[in-house]
């Protein structure tokens, strides 16, 4: 008997239909992908389970048995815990406060807070999970989002949860972190816990996955064992077309140089960058999280100081001491966190994609409104960024188009000779990367040099013209297109290739 | 991952920007307005109306000011400390040099004030709450020292021109705070450095990587408020013909209540000079007629908190 059936699941909001019909089941001590667009109805599949909202009509089945998950609390009950993408710890708080919330250990006629008993518990569970350097007791303020995901995760573990749902966990984690949270899903279900894994990264799918299911549109399109499915099938049963029309074409760069660094170094994250872009080149830089790539695009940006080094724009001095001063050089950067500082995300439409480009529609400091809506219009319509129209809030966009909200507000500044896009396509559907991947390729065809960091394997591989490794704050490897395989890259990356030179 | 687009049904822009509560608030200030009218003989004559709205430029300017502010997400809580120094200075330096270059140290002051409070903000990264409550403690305590007493205007004109002054049946000083808010309108909505210090009121980080530079917009909004406050202060000692050390205690929060009633967002992302306009007519008529039917005056603080806490909640967003 499936541990968890569902079917038939239909849910529309104000009219439009979120979920048509979704149909599957699963056995427990099974861990079931689920993949597809971002449209495709796993977020409201994952609030129905939930219990953050109630399907129009549909059968949820746990152990044959019909369940009615009104509540939080009802899913709660039924021992179904959720890990959102968007964390929800609290900063201020310390990690065992928040992964024992709300059923704190106490003494004394449950009047006083059991503090070494919540220590104890919060220690317990992150060594189980594998991470015994997390003190309970610190605060979540002072950790990075990776440490903060794992914190998340573990709130969720403490539960002892049957059915555990992850949606896209390995997003900001390291690779060590994701074989500790790899480890500890293959532990959860072997012990018979069914585990929902929600992820973009069908390389991770295949890792980590038994069996599969493919939502598009808001119905389940596709369901079946891992071992029995080709990259290939998957991928075309979410976005309906092959691999291979992904990636544009590579071109060779013929231009001069235009971003040129030397010596670059910031004290605690890197130190000795060298690179070079050439007009019309995509240099492709992987690293792992916190192997200072960010940092880097950060420094040259003018967003943060660097200790020394230097920094030549057409080979002449460029230093840049403030994003404004890098922006009038030229320089346009799509920063990797696109709520927390790409986005102003209760503003319109029109007020963060023209934010960049004031000068474009004014003067004096005075604003011609027309032209400004003008030029903003005609960008989100050449986009195709849906729904069409500027004055709605981006939050209210799905985060395929936020994210083309951000790349317009770049493109809508002129003589931009250098784009850095750091992260382009996290949290994004396949479709609008494809459409941002087409962008990446035009920019570089007209002339533009482009630094693009990712830790998409395939992203970088499939579009640079040549690829920067970073490691711990150093480039320890630069490879050509001819060298250009998962595993070399991986294993500079790690630090585990054999030959693994320093650079410099 | 995935929002639900919710699709609003068709508006004109115009109506666009007034949600619901614009409407009851407008409504709620006709209605009050009418009542008054019936209830009281002495409302809709010319001299009460003339009166209130000489009396509401005060809160009128120091409200705008407060929404350049507010619309950053941060607040001043200087302007009435600056709006008492600058009434002092306007009227005391007149024993030294002609009311209007009295006028334009008493304006500098003003902006300069701002000027420091931005910039503390911004350089230091210091919370806009303790920055002005510092500068407004210490502004205060610094007027004091200048003038224990009141000061007198020496130069008529400096009455008539302003304070005492109408062009036909309306106020002089009310024509200032009429033209003001269009001005204030303009800055907020068609000026970068408007849209800009709207834009980081939001999400400052993404407004510096954009690579505006947010210093400069921050502190030009500290600057008009801190001159907007000082004008309220010139036009105050001018209609009263007197400068108080002691006066706009407390005038901050009337201010931000104005802003607020007139749904501007503590914390940023809202506020209109038209939403401000109605918060401080509002305020205005309401302190007028409990006036004119003699209401104690602890009834009326009871009453403006209450209506403070109806608005909010009347703006609330369905959570």
């Known amino acids: ?204 799918i295949f890792e980590i996955a038994d069996e599969v299911v493919v939502l598009k549109d808001g119905q389940s399109v596709l369901q079946g064992q891992i071992g029995k499915l080709e990259q290939e099938q998957l991928i075309r049963a979410m976005v309906g077309r092959p691999l291979a029309a992904i990636f544009p074409a590579r071109k060779e760069p013929q231009g001069e140089v235009i971003l040129e660094v030397s010596h670059l170094t910031r004290a605690g994250f890197f130190e000795n960058i060298d690179l070079k872009i050439r007009a019309g080149e995509i240099l492709g830089m992987f690293g792992l999280v916190g192997s200072g790539r960010t940092e880097v ?208 | 991952m995935t929002e639900i687009l919710r699709t609003s049904p068709k508006k004109s822009s115009f109506w666009q920007g007034l949600s619901r509560a614009d409407l009851i608030f407008a409504l709620a200030i006709v209605v009050l307005v009418a009542f008054a009218s019936i209830a009281s003989d002495a409302f809709l004559t010319q001299r009460n109306i003339v009166n209130v709205s000489r009396q509401l430029v005060t809160n009128g300017f120091l409200s705008l000011g407060m929404l350049m502010v507010v619309r950053t997400g941060g607040i001043d809580l200087s302007v009435g400390s600056v709006l008492a120094f600058a009434g002092l200075l306007a009227t005391g330096l007149q024993e030294q040099m002609h009311f209007s270059a009295a006028i334009a140290i008493a304006l500098t002051m003003g902006a300069a004030v701002g000027g420091i409070n931005g910039w503390l903000i911004t350089r230091f990264n210091l919370q806009p709450f303790i920055v002005t409550l510092s500068t407004m403690g210490m502004l205060r305590g610094g007027l004091y020292i200048y003038a224990e007493t009141p000061r007198y205007p020496v130069d008529e004109m400096f009455r008539s021109m302003l304070g005492g002054a109408f062009v036909g049946p309306v106020p002089m000083n009310f024509i200032l705070f009429a033209l003001s808010v269009p001005a204030v309108w303009f800055y907020l909505n068609l000026t970068v450095s408007g849209r800009a210090a709207f834009a980081l009121g939001v999400n400052k980080e993404a407004v510096r990587l954009a690579g505006v530079n947010v210093g400069k917009h921050l502190i030009f909004a500290y600057v008009a408020c801190g001159l907007f406050a000082a004008i309220a202060g010139v036009l105050l000692a001018s209609r009263l013909g007197i400068a108080q050390p002691s006066v706009g205690v407390g005038y901050e929060l009337d201010a931000i209540a104005a802003v607020v009633i007139g749904g501007g967002l503590l914390g940023g992302g809202g506020g209109t000079a038209i939403g401000v306009l109605g918060g401080v007519l509002a305020l205005a008529v309401v302190d007028n007629v409990l006036n004119l039917f003699n209401v104690d005056s602890y009834y009326q603080q009871l009453l403006k908190g209450l209506i403070i806490l109806v608005a909010v909640l009347a703006r609330r967003k369905n959570a």
Not at chain 1, 137 to 150: C, K, N, T, W
Not at chain 1, 152 to 167: C, F, H, N, R
């Open chain 1, 297 to 504: 695009a950060k420094v040259i940006f003018g967003a943060e100081a660097a200790d020394s080094g230097l920094v030549r724009l057409n080979g002449a001095p460029a230093n840049f001491v403030s994003p404004a001063e890098a922006v009038r050089g030229g320089l346009a950067m799509i920063t990797e966190d696109r709520k927390g500082d790409g986005l102003a995300l209760g503003l319109s439409v029109l007020d963060n994609a023209g934010l960049a480009s004031f000068d474009r529609a004014s003067s004096y400091g005075i604003i011609d409104g027309v032209r400004r809506r003008a030029m903003v219009d005609g960008k989100v319509s050449e986009l195709s960024i849906r729904p069409p129209g500027t004055e709605r809030p981006v939050r209210q966009l799905s985060g395929g188009n936020q994210q083309k909200v951000v790349v317009a507000k770049w493109l809508l500044v002129e003589g931009t000779k250098v784009f850095i896009f750091d992260e382009p396509t996290r949290g994004v559907d396949i479709a609008t990367k494809v459409e941002i991947y087409q962008i990446i390729a035009d920019l570089a065809a007209s002339g533009v040099a482009v630094l693009l960091i990712s830790s998409e394997m395939p992203e970088v591989l499939g579009l640079s013209n040549r690829l920067l490794i970073m490691r711990q704050g150093r480039i320890v490897a630069e490879l050509g297109p001819d060298q250009f395989r998962t595993e070399t890259v991986f294993a500079y990356a790690a630090g585990l290739a054999p030959g693994a030179r320093q650079l410099h």
């Open chain 1, 1 to 204: 008997m499936p541990h968890l059936a569902v079917t038939k699941i239909r849910k529309s909001y104000d009219g439009n239909p979120a979920v048509v019909d979704i149909s599957f089941a699963v056995a427990p001590g099974k861990v079931l992908a689920l993949c597809g667009e971002n449209g495709a109805g796993k977020s409201t599949l994952m609030k129905i389970l939930s219990g953050a909202t109630l399907p129009d009509s549909g059968e949820i089945l746990l152990d044959g048995h019909p369940a009615r998950i009104a509540r939080p609390a009802d899913a709660m009950a039924l021992g179904i815990r959720t890990v959102y993408q968007e964390l929800s710890l609290l900063p201020h708080l310390s990690v065992a406060e928040n992964i024992l919330l709300g059923r704190l250990p106490t003494r004394a006629f449950s009047f006083v807070v059991d503090w070494p008993e919540a220590n104890r518990v919060a220690r317990q569970v992150l060594r189980d999970f594998g991470f015994p350097d997390i003190d309970p007791r610190s605060l979540i303020r002072d950790f990075g989002v990776a440490r903060q995901q794992i914190v998340e995760i573990a709130k969720a573990l403490v539960a002892e949860p049957k059915i555990l749902i992850l949606d896209e966990p390995t997003a900001v984690l390291s690779a060590s972190e994701t074989n500790a949270l790899f480890a500890k899903i293959r532990a959860l279900a072997r012990a018979g816990t069914t585990i929902l894994y929600i992820s973009h990264r069908l390389e991770e």
